[in-house]
C-alpha cells in the first residue's frame, strides 16, 4: 500500500472544465509537494505547502494542505491542453532529503 | 548550466550484467538522490547523498549500490542485473534538506533487464 495515495489515476476531461485532484495519508507530513511530470522528462516542481490548511495559487492551479496535514489537494481552473501531464504528491517520510510519492494522477486535457 | 544529466538514456541489459548509470550535476548542490518509476507506483527512493562521501539507503536499495566521490557525480551500479529491475531511473539533485528542499531530476534512463 501507498503511504500517500492519489485519486483519481487517470483523468481525461475537455478544455474549460474543472478538476480537482487528491492525495491522501493516513500519516501527518511536515510538508507536501507537488511535482508535474512530462512524456520522457523527470518530474519539476509546483509547489510545496507545509502550513495545515496553507492554500497557495499558481495561476489557474490552487494548492490545499489539510487542516490536519494528512492530505492535500490540486484544483485546476479552466483546464487547458498544456496542463496534460502526471501530477504527483511527495512529502518527507524519516528525513527531508528521504520523499515518498504517491503514484500520480495521469492528466489529459482534451481540445 | 546543464542542471542534471543522465547517461545512457536507453539500455537493455541480459540477466546477471552489470552496468552503472550516470548522473552529474552543476549546480553544486550538496543533495543527490536515485529514483525508479514504475506504472502505477509512482517514485521510489532507492539510495540518496547529503555529500561527497556519504551514501544512505532509501525504499528500495537492494540490488544497487551507490557511491559519491565528488559533489556534481553520482553514478548508480546494478551489479547482476534481474527483470524485477526493468524501470525508468531518475537521478535528482537538491540545494538543501530544508522544508523547502526542491528536487531537480535528470531526464531519466529507461532500463530493460532480459
Known amino acids: 500500500t501507498q503511504l500517500l495515495e492519489q485519486s483519481p489515476q487517470f483523468l481525461s476531461i475537455q478544455e474549460g472544465e474543472n478538476l480537482t485532484v487528491y492525495c491522501n495519508s493516513s500519516?501527518?507530513?511536515?510538508?507536501l509537494q507537488w511535482y508535474r511530470q512530462e512524456p520522457g522528462e523527470g518530474p519539476v516542481l509546483l509547489v510545496t505547502v507545509v502550513t495545515g490548511g496553507e492554500v497557495k495559487k499558481l495561476k489557474r492551479l490552487t494548492f490545499q494542505f489539510g487542516d490536519a496535514r494528512k492530505d492535500s489537494s490540486l484544483h485546476i481552473t479552466a483546464a487547458q491542453p498544456g496542463d496534460t501531464g502526471l501530477y504527483l504528491c511527495a512529502g518527507p517520510r524519516g528525513g527531508a532529503q528521504k520523499l515518498v510519492f504517491g503514484q500520480g494522477t495521469r492528466l489529459t486535457i482534451n481540445p | 548550466n546543464a542542471g542534471v544529466t543522465q547517461t545512457p538514456k536507453f539500455q537493455v541489459l541480459k540477466t546477471g550484467q552489470s552496468m552503472t548509470l550516470q548522473c552529474a550535476q552543476d549546480?553544486?548542490?550538496?543533495?543527490m538522490s536515485w529514483y525508479r518509476q514504475d506504472p502505477g507506483m509512482g517514485l521510489r527512493l532507492i539510495h540518496y547523498s547529503v555529500g561527497a562521501g556519504i551514501t544512505d539507503q532509501g525504499e528500495v536499495p537492494n540490488g544497487y549500490n551507490v557511491s559519491r566521490s565528488t559533489t556534481e557525480d553520482f553514478p548508480l551500479r546494478l551489479l547482476s542485473a534481474a527483470p524485477s529491475q526493468t524501470s525508468v531511473y531518475f537521478c535528482a539533485s537538491s540545494y538543501s534538506a530544508g522544508i523547502y528542499n526542491e528536487q531537480f531530476f535528470g531526464p531519466g534512463t529507461r532500463l530493460t533487464v532480459l
Open positions: 500519516s501527518v507530513f511536515s510538508s
Open positions: 549546480m553544486n548542490h550538496e543533495y
